[in-house]
């Protein structure tokens, strides 16, 4: 998994995950909705991508465990 993070990353520059908003689910899950931004090295092409997109579905969930919290993908 590290190595395919890796051969993903660097084919952009500045990548970026930001959180625009955060929604308490219960005690334990978060909902955070997040864009994602970057420019193709080969391509320059620039790319954003909102994560719950228009419907605002769950994509990114963060577990609760004390003060951290640990990402989950999906609902």
Do not use: C
């Not at 970026?16 to 978060?30: G, H, N, P, Q, W």
């Not at 080969?42 to 605002?56: D, F, I, N, V």
Request: proline fraction near 4%.
């Amino acid at each position: 998994m590290a190595r395919t993070n890796r051969d993903f990353l660097s084919a952009w520059d500045r990548w970026r995950i930001k959180a625009d908003e955060y929604r308490e689910l219960d005690d334990e899950r978060v909902l955070v909705l997040a864009h994602m931004t970057g420019r193709g090295k080969t391509s320059g092409l620039e790319l954003t991508q909102r994560w719950g997109g228009p419907r605002r579905e769950p994509v990114l969930l963060a577990r609760r465990q004390g003060d951290e919290a640990r990402p989950l993908l999906g609902s």
